[in-house]
Structure formats: structure tokens, C-alpha cells
């Protein structure tokens, strides 16, 4: 899941990157509302947050022009106004939850959760792969309802092919839902995981299939007998 977070302090800014990507999640900056309507009129988000009094365009304009381009990316703003007209102005506009400066980080977190939540409620609650189930909302993954350990990294590489199931995903698009724009990350961090999950999914005789020159595929042990590793 990727987070774009839109905040000219950058002190904050990196007090909520650092606890989104230790939860898991990838994380894009910007620090002003220009630089944030460019992000989200190339890159698709799973949630945005967003502050109101940003350099070169505020954030009222920002939502607006997301909403005028009829996405439906779920925005939390996160600012220092706190007056009544300012809350209905940006609940009006399309924002899905507003949180005023300073709040509390676990507070923050619920509604971030809750956010995402909100957002794959129309694809469902859970994906499933043979005997293995993916719980969006508690972000985890089981086998006949028993936990199956994953690192938080590896979930997120196993969600993105679970979502995409009969497809071939490619290295790109898994570096693009997985790493923000500064995280250290790329194609052979990829392929680590990957090479970590066949091993760990091998019991439930699920595998990640290699298409060379393509990316990768999620099917059941046997659909096709060659792995190009």
C-alpha cells in the first residue's frame, strides 16, 4: 500500500514516513500542493494525507482537483485549522477525515488503518489462493485459519500477487506498490523476497512462478512444472 504524504514541515513529514513504513506501508513526499496534484495525477495511492496551508497551491485546491478527476483515493487532512469552517470546508471538497495539530501517533494510526480499510471495502475483506487466505484488514496471512508468518515486506509483495491472481506481475509494478519514491528498494530487493516466500509457501504447495523477461506469477504447486528460478 502506498501513502502520499503532502506536509511542508518536515520534521512531521518524517515522523509519519517513519511510522508508516515501519507498519508496513510505502511512503511518498511532497512538501507543496503543486508537487502533490503532479503525484496524484501519475501514481495511484491507497490513502492520502494532506495538509491545508501548503506553498504554491493549498490544499483545499489540491482535493479538489482530485475530486474533480472523480478519484476516489480516501484523503485524511491533517492540519493546524481547527475552526468549524474549515473542517466543513474540507469534508465538503471530498476529504474523508480531518485530524488537527498535534494529535496523538496511535490515534493517527487507527484512522490511517481505518482509511485503507474504507478503501478495499468495495474489493472485499480477504483474498484468497488455495488453502491460504489474505486478511486485508488485519494484514495478515493464514492456512486453514492458523497465522503463516510472513515479514511485513514479503505480505506486501504476496498481497500484490494474490490481488492480481491469473495475471503476471511485473518487478516494476511490485517496486512501484512497495517502495516510496526515497526507500533503498528495487528489482533485487524483489527477487530476495521472492526467493524467501517460495520456501515459506512451499508447505501449502502454492509457488511464485519466474516468466522470464515478464515477472511473476502466483499459482498452485504443479500448475506448471517448470520454475525458472
Not at 121 to 128: E, H, M, P, Q, Y
Not at 159 to 181: A, I, N
Amino acid at each position: 500500500m502506498r501513502i502520499l504524504i503532502v506536509e511542508d514541515d518536515a520534521v512531521l513529514a518524517a515522523a509519519l514516513t517513519r511510522a508508516l513504513s515501519q507498519a508496513g506501508y510505502a511512503v511518498d513526499y511532497v512538501d507543496n500542493g503543486e508537487d502533490a496534484h503532479r503525484a496524484l495525477s501519475n501514481d495511484a495511492y491507497a490513502l492520502v494525507l494532506l495538509d491545508i496551508a501548503l506553498p504554491k497551491m493549498d490544499g483545499l485546491a489540491v482535493l479538489r482537483r482530485l475530486r474533480e478527476r472523480k478519484s476516489r483515493v480516501p484523503v485524511l487532512i491533517l492540519t493546524a485549522r481547527d475552526t468549524l469552517d474549515d473542517r466543513v470546508a474540507g469534508l465538503d471538497l471530498g476529504a474523508d477525515d480531518y485530524m488537527t495539530k498535534p494529535f496523538d501517533l496511535p490515534e493517527f494510526e487507527a484512522r490511517v488503518r481505518a482509511l485503507i480499510r474504507r478503501g478495499q471495502f468495495d474489493a472485499g475483506k480477504s483474498l484468497t489462493h488455495g488453502s491460504l487466505r489474505f486478511d486485508l484488514e488485519a494484514h495478515r496471512l493464514f492456512h486453514h485459519d492458523v497465522p503463516v508468518e510472513l515479514s511485513v515486506r514479503e505480505l506486501a509483495v504476496l498481497e500484490v500477487l494474490m490481488s492480481r491472481q491469473g495475471q503476471v506481475v511485473t518487478k516494476e509494478q511490485m517496486v512501484d506498490r512497495l517502495f516510496g519514491w526515497g526507500d533503498d528498494g528495487g528489482s533485487n530487493a524483489i527477487e530476495v523476497y521472492v526467493h524467501r516466500m517460495r520456501k515459506k509457501l512451499e508447505p501449502y504447495n502454492i509457488n511464485i512462478r519466474t516468466v522470464r523477461g515478464m515477472g511473476y506469477l502466483l499459482e498452485k504447486s504443479g500448475e506448471n512444472e517448470r520454475t525458472e528460478n
